[in-house]
């Protein structure tokens, strides 16, 4: 494993170097990961600097895209966390000196513009089995003038990604889909009906069961009854790791009726609609209702004068959420990974008199998102696939399509990112950096100076 668990956030074997990304109000995962028309991407700009503005030599600057999935293992004396990171970009020269071994510089801005895999899983923590997800981009810098006096640097950047695959407004996910499964005697065939395949928190789910005899049958017995129905929605854990278990198990709903009635070949037709469990509201968040105001209670007073804020607070965590988790994603949806998966079914456990009981299993998607939360989504969704279309252009949308794998989209893309900016010991770049030119190879000057970025 090439990177390890790191209890701080950085780790620094020299401190006369400081790493740091473009500072940005925005995210700088740009596209809708999970969505390949849009061009997932990671796009921004390292910046390399000296801390106490003074020269140093520089060797090279690698960059990489870390994926960190977490377990928690429950044991007899309490539980155990069990984690697999996965290197899932790397690019161990994103720079180096043009024609020597290194270089004195006094900084570099490196250009970083990084394909996001369309297998990534979204980062969340999934409260029911206390699983987590998360993404970094780790960047290495390699000082020194030659290999006995080399030093580094580790930065690491948690990064939020979010996919988009999972909408339950999407067409396919609108489709019903229908099970049919028959009794081990092969005296009963039960079918079952789900209108809508993907749901949010809250989302209403159906089900549509029909529960009759086979006539096909020629050994058909009679007065065939059912006994009682169960409606199950399970949740899912499997691992992909020898040391755990397999599969566990989270029983979100169960309801049971008795119906007692005998099973003919017209059938016995069961319905039933219950809102998808939901753990938090944080998707209220995203609501923009106004509130509403009743006019007797307001007062107009136009001296007065008033701020208007957004208030969240609210929305109260039971744990602190750690970096690289976004606020929506604290609740358990279909996640598919290298080191475990999250999946969901439902299950229809029906039990007969004279015939063998036997249950109905359909599996659905749950999306992070409800149907209402999806609507702005989805047009935000396609919104981005114009801007990649009109900024990388259709030739380049057909290659991406085209690239049989990974390392073929990473060459595509590296041609659109831009050089890399030096900044020589030289006065020139000096100034370029917001120091004052007068003081440049001054050892009088002090090595604070006045500078606004």
């Not at 994926?67 to 180096?96: C, H, I």
């Not at 780790?138 to 690491?156: C, Q, R, Y």
């Not at 981005?384 to 989209?409: H, M, P, S, T, W």
Request: proline residues 7%; neutral net charge.
């Amino acid at each position: 494993m090439l990177f390890q668990a790191h209890s701080a956030p950085s780790q620094k074997i020299d401190s006369c170097v400081s790493v740091f990304l473009e500072p940005t109000s925005n995210s700088i995962v740009y596209g809708c990961p999970g969505i390949p028309r849009s061009i997932p991407r990671i796009e921004t700009t390292v910046h390399v600097r000296s801390t106490n503005a003074l020269p140093f030599m520089i060797r090279a600057v690698a960059v990489f895209l870390i994926s960190r999935q977490k377990v928690v293992v429950p044991t007899k004396f309490g539980s155990n966390d069990a984690f697999k990171e996965f290197k899932l970009y790397e690019d161990s020269m994103a720079f180096k000196p043009a024609n020597d071994f290194s270089q004195k510089v006094l900084g570099v801005s490196l250009p970083i513009l990084i394909p996001v895999p369309r297998d990534i899983p979204s980062s969340a923590l999934l409260s029911s089995f206390g699983s987590s997800t998360t993404h970094s981009l780790v960047v290495k810098v390699i000082l020194g003038d030659s290999a006995a006096n080399e030093s580094f640097v580790v930065e690491t950047f948690p990064i939020v990604i979010k996919t988009y695959d999972t909408l339950p407004l999407y067409r396919q996910f609108n489709e019903p889909l229908v099970r049919s499964s028959k009794s081990p005697d092969n005296q009963i065939i039960a079918e079952a009906v789900v209108p809508v395949t993907a749901v949010g928190p809250s989302d209403l789910l159906c089900l549509n069961c029909r529960i009759f005899t086979n006539s096909s049958n020629n050994k058909l017995k009679k007065h065939i009854t059912l006994k009682q129905i169960t409606f199950q929605i399970k949740e899912y854990l499997e691992c992909y790791d020898g040391g755990l278990p397999p599969v566990t198990e989270n029983k979100l709903f169960t309801t049971t009726l008795e119906p007692g009635k005998e099973v003919t070949t017209q059938g016995i037709q069961e319905n039933y609609s219950i809102n998808f469990p939901q753990s938090n509201d944080y998707l209220k968040i995203h609501s923009f209702e106004e509130p509403y105001i009743i006019e007797q209670e307001t007062i107009n007073d136009y001296e007065t004068t008033i701020i208007e804020s957004a208030n969240i607070s609210s929305f109260v965590l039971k744990d602190k959420l750690g970096e690289g988790l976004p606020l929506t994603h604290f609740q358990s949806f279909t996640s598919l990974g290298q080191f475990y998966s999250i999946k969901f079914e439902l299950i229809l456990k029906l039990k007969f008199s004279k015939a063998k009981d036997f249950d109905v299993r359909i599996p659905i998607i749950v999306c992070p998102y409800d149907r209402k939360t999806s609507e702005p989504l989805l047009k935000w969704i396609m919104l981005e696939c114009e801007v990649a279309k009109a900024r990388f252009g259709k030739q380049f949308i057909d290659q991406f399509f085209a690239a049989k794998n990974y390392l073929e989209i990473c060459s595509l893309m590296g041609k659109y990112r831009p050089p890399p900016v030096v900044y020589r010991y030289c006065k020139e770049d000096w100034e370029k950096l917001g120091y004052d030119g007068v003081a440049f190879n001054n050892p009088r000057s002090p090595n604070l100076v006045l500078y606004i970025d």
